[in-house]
């Protein structure tokens, strides 16, 4: 059975240099981190580095930037499902992008099933939260390879959650195209993107495919919800749009998604 045994993290000393406004609004920006004396400049975005600190990926996105796109993925979904009369419990979810398992966290109703591209996170998972998934997967899913889809077409994955995760270098399009086909026609899908990927100037791809998933008939789409994510740091409020539907079918193969295409690989799986 899953469970929750997160520790009590130390506490970090955070600082922010001042940075140009195109570097925030890139994500590109840097923090320092005091440790023993000694100053750290950390990418935003430098994982690894990150993780192998305990609690400093809360502390600095969830407490001091204020991120609410677990809770708020976690409570679409659970809405969806109340409103659909499915049950969570019968769910079998994979966490596309599961880092150190803050969703897989607040998933653990369900049986879930975590999958990151990094070591890193799969450490930090298991250092911090040890009962949040049934199974952590390390995979680059541009390129899953026939064994790792077969192992999680096992798990008969009828869910799909990929919570701030797409963009910024961390899931690309095609991980995401591979990860969707690999659950089940009639699976629940949430995800979200931040709200200039979807914009008609995107060049990140994102745009591309929420337009391939509307525009197939891929995702029957139940909610759609432009919401605060966080905020950057200088202030500001981040928007994201949040998706919540069903999956109808694949996506198609597509070679402008990059990567090697998984679609297709297990044809006629469907819920009941």
């Known amino acids: 059975m899953h469970g929750t045994t997160e520790s009590a993290a130390p506490r970090h000393a955070i600082s922010f240099p001042p ?13 320092d981190l005091m440790e023993d004396g000694v100053r750290t400049s950390i990418r935003a975005h430098d994982y690894p580095e990150i993780f192998r600190r305990p609690g400093l990926y809360e502390q600095l996105f969830h407490e001091r930037l204020r991120c609410a ?9 659970l809405s969806e499902l109340r409103d659909h009369g499915a049950d969570i419990h019968a769910l079998r979810v994979l966490d596309l992008g599961a ?24 450490d930090a998972c298991v250092r911090d939260r040890p009962h949040a998934y049934d199974a952590y997967y390390v995979a680059d899913m541009t390129d899953p390879g026939e064994d790792l889809l077969k192992q999680l077409d096992q798990w008969g994955l009828d869910a799909l959650v990929c919570v701030s995760a ?13 990860a969707y086909n690999v659950v089940a026609d009639g699976a629940w899908v949430v ?8 914009a008609d100037d995107d060049r990140t791809g994102f ?26 740091i200088d202030g500001e409020p981040l928007f994201y749009y949040l998706f919540v539907g069903r999956k109808v079918h694949d996506l198609p193969l597509d070679p402008g998604w990059g990567g090697h295409a998984a679609g297709g690989a297990f ?5 009941p």
């Open 19 to 31: 940075v140009e406004p195109e570097t925030v609004r890139a994500e590109q920006w840097t923090f």
């Open 69 to 77: 796109s677990p809770r708020t993925a976690r409570d679409a979904l």
């Open 99 to 122: 880092g150190n398992g803050m969703v897989g966290e607040l998933l653990t109703a369900a049986r879930v099933v975590g999958l990151d591209i990094s070591e890193a996170a799969r």
């Open 166 to 178: 797409l963009g910024f270098g961390d899931i690309p399009v095609a991980a995401f195209v591979n």
């Open 191 to 198: 995800f979200n993107v931040k709200e200039t990927f979807v």
């Open 207 to 232: 745009a591309r495919l929420v337009s391939g998933i509307m525009g197939s008939g891929a995702l029957r789409v139940h909610r759609m919800e432009r919401y605060r994510h966080r905020y950057s």
């Open 267 to 271: 044809p006629g799986r469907t819920l």
